[in-house]
């Protein structure tokens, strides 16, 4: 099933050639009305013209997160503020946001990219979208919200919050289509089952779980809690917001990157250069029919890795791979590199303990120290304290086993970490470096 057909299973020679001439055109408006492009692509002695097919692409320079900052707020805008009609930002850890604009046309994209992102999920007319992501300056609710209407789709503009309620309107309307976070939704779970509610007697069929990293195990345990398909859809306010890339029902291997608008590249962080095809890398985004802010090779500072191999679905969009972390969010310790979303994924197989933990670096003396506070079921949580001093132990020896790193297991009591109703915080990283 597809939203936009013709689109979606563009031959890869007709895709390239329209990805070219749209790629030629937003050059040409960027560097007619952004002087930050005008600059940098004078710098390295490039014009519009010099870029005569995709490959050529390479020869510009990266776009960075710090030049949206310096140019705050809108300063990489390409059209006047007359025709912006929505803005967005994304919540900076430091500092200020990154804004974005959309003009009424990229509104229209971007819905009608969420609604192929739906189809693509396994959504239709007639279903009945929960969108529990936050409606806001944050693109997850707006974004969903106005590709499900595209779609022809009922949605429930819930947004996140309230989880009682959330779960009460669940029951009562029906719900067949969950949009949400994945940390959420096991916290809808948990919810659910303290009010004694069942997900197999809810009509949820599909859940459609992005805006911060997971991992395979987790959707495993996500898809046997909530008694659904969950499928794994990417985003970032700067390229637009949700939709920019999702898992296909048919496979759940990989997202489409929906290429008729974006020109992804794969590069290795370090040196900039391109990765080969399935290799992990940094990825990098060109926007090719956006108006409002167009970005060129965007510094996502995602780790993935990408495949054209043809999909079963149909599409001939290629395909990113689950995203394993970011280039920035990566952890050193004691000279190892740790993703969050590894330890994570030890954690979620081990029986006993819960998917909800934090992550606290510091520094003894000049030595690195991670610990690792994790919840423990409540079956075992008023067992004895050998049988819980076992299971921290193996927990440890795990977390070294799998990601050679050596770290101390604090279990917690059910329910103690904080939970959250949109991105989860993950990691509380004491060191002064
Ligand atoms: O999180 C947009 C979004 C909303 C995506 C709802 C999906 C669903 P930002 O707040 O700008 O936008 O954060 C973007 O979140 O660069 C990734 O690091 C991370 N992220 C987004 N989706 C995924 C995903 C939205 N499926 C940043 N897996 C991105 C892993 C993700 N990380």
Redesign the pocket.
């Known amino acids: 099933m597809f939203f936009n057909e013709e689109f979606e299973t563009l031959p890869r020679p007709a895709l390239e050639a329209l990805q070219l001439k749209r790629l030629q055109s937003t050059l040409e408006r960027v560097y007619a009305s952004v002087p930050f492009y005008k600059t940098s692509f004078n710098a390295v002695g490039i014009t519009p013209a010099s870029v005569t097919c995709l490959d050529d692409l390479r020869k510009l320079p990266f776009t960075y997160k710090q030049d949206m900052r310096d140019s705050y707020p809108y300063g990489l805008f390409a059209v006047p503020m007359e025709e912006i009609v929505r803005i967005h930002a ?2 900076g850890t430091t500092g200020k946001p ?1 804004v974005v604009g959309y003009t009424k046309k990229d509104i229209e994209v971007w819905s009608e990219l969420m609604a192929r992102s739906f189809v693509s999920a396994g959504a239709h007319r007639g279903d009945i979208i929960h969108n529990a ?1 936050g409606y806001g300056l ?3 609710g707006l ?2 919200h106005y590709g499900a209407e595209q779609l022809g789709a009922s949605v429930i503009p819930i947004s996140g919050g309230n989880t009682k309620r959330q779960i009460m309107i669940m029951k009562d309307f029906g719900s067949t289509v969950l ?1 949400c ?2 940390s959420y939704s096991l916290f809808l779970a948990e919810e659910a089952r303290a009010e004694g509610v069942d997900f197999k007697n809810l009509k949820l069929r599909v859940g ?7 991992s395979e195990a987790m959707r495993a345990e996500i898809e046997q809690k909530l008694n659904l398909a969950a499928i ?7 390229i637009m ?5 999702i898992e296909c029902i048919e496979a759940q291997k990989g ?1 489409h990157i929906w290429e008729d608008h974006f020109i992804p590249e794969i590069i290795n962080p370090e040196t900039g250069e391109q990765v080969a095809e399935g290799e992990r890398g940094e990825l990098v985004i060109t926007t090719i029919t956006k108006q409002g802010i167009p970005l060129i090779r965007y510094r ?3 780790i993935t890795s990408i495949s054209y191999e043809p999909c079963v679905c149909g599409r001939t969009h290629a395909r990113i791979a ?2 394993s972390g ?1 280039s920035d ?1 990566m952890l050193i310790i004691r000279g190892v590199n740790v993703f969050p ?1 590894q330890i994570e994924a030890v954690l979620v197989r081990i029986e006993g303990i819960e998917p909800h933990y934090m992550l606290i670096v510091d520094r003894q003396g000049t030595l690195d120290t991670l610990t690792v506070q994790v919840e423990v079921s409540q079956h075992l949580f008023s067992d004895e304290i050998k049988v819980l001093q076992a299971l921290s132990r193996r927990v440890e020896k795990e977390i070294k086993d799998m990601l050679g790193v050596t770290c101390t297991v604090k279990l917690v009591e059910p329910r103690t970490i904080q939970r959250s109703e949109g ?1 989860a915080t993950r990691v509380i990283d004491n060191r002064k470096l």
């Open positions: 994304s919540s990154t992501y944050f693109t997850g974004g969903a949009t976070t994945p459609i779980f992005g805006a911060e990293p997971w794994d859809i990417y985003g970032l306010s700067e917001g949700p939709g920019v890339a997202l996502t500072r995602d689950r995203m970011r969010d979303s991105k």
